[in-house]
């Protein structure tokens, strides 16, 4: 999978992508990360890529032109499956929004800054608004980072055990059920007897059980989705 990432910071989104889980995605080139600063399109020497709102009020808005330019030119390379704008006002992101872009090949995403974008890149470009939750950060680049993380884990080979991220909380509508290590006795808190009794069924009986008890507890909303 390749993703491409426009920003006026491409400096907040190097690290993300290079430890752990992701760079081992980039290593066995499952997932490739590419980050375009949207100032090489800016449209003079003074790097402008943004200006005041028309109509009055505090705060700049990206212009146009650049935005344009460079989403032109990067389609001209290749055909996005999603061009996905990181915005507050967006759907909101979920485990099925990454489980299904995980599915798709090449995604673009825009990070938007100050006010936000004009409006006729979004209507022009734009095929999926994503917010990662209700509040507001000072770019889409933590919140792409964010998507791009959770998408990252869910590409078959990224995990060790691929299994795994199928029994991640929110995986079937439910959180994920408490987990253990040793020792078995942690000062004088003990590891719940099914967990070292060895009888697989048993075990999974169990986690099933509290992952539904949990879920009712801290997410009875989720309990309702389909
Ligand atoms: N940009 C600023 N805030 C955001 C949010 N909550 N989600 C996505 N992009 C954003």
Request: glycine share 6%; hydrophobic share 40%.
């Amino acid at each position: 999978m390749q993703i491409d990432i426009i920003t006026v910071v491409p400096e907040l989104l190097e690290s993300p992508f290079n430890h752990s889980i992701m760079k081992r995605a980039k290593e066995k080139g499952l997932l490739n990360v590419n980050l375009y600063n949207l100032r090489r399109w800016a449209i003079n020497k003074h790097m402008q890529v943004d200006d005041y709102q028309f109509g009055g009020g505090a705060g700049m808005v990206m212009m146009p032109e650049p935005l344009a330019n460079a989403i032109d030119e990067l389609q001209q390379a290749k055909k996005y499956d999603e061009i996905i704008f990181m915005t507050p006002d967006g759907e909101s992101f979920n485990q099925k929004t990454a489980n299904s872009l995980s599915l798709k090949e090449n995604i673009l995403i825009i990070c938007g800054h100050y006010k936000g974008i004009d409006e006729r890149i979004r209507q022009k470009y734009i095929t999926r608004e994503i917010s990662i939750g209700d509040y507001v950060l000072s770019g889409g680049e933590l919140a792409a980072a964010v998507v791009v993380d959770a998408i990252g884990r869910l590409l078959p080979g990224v995990l060790n055990d691929e299994t795994s991220a199928l029994f991640d909380s929110f995986q079937d509508n439910l959180l994920a059920p408490p987990v253990y290590t040793r020792p078995a006795d942690f000062r004088g808190n003990k590891v719940p007897d099914v967990l070292l009794q060895g009888d697989p069924k048993k075990v999974e009986e169990w986690r099933h059980e509290q992952s539904l008890l949990r879920t009712k507890e801290r997410r009875p909303d989720l309990l309702d989705e389909e």
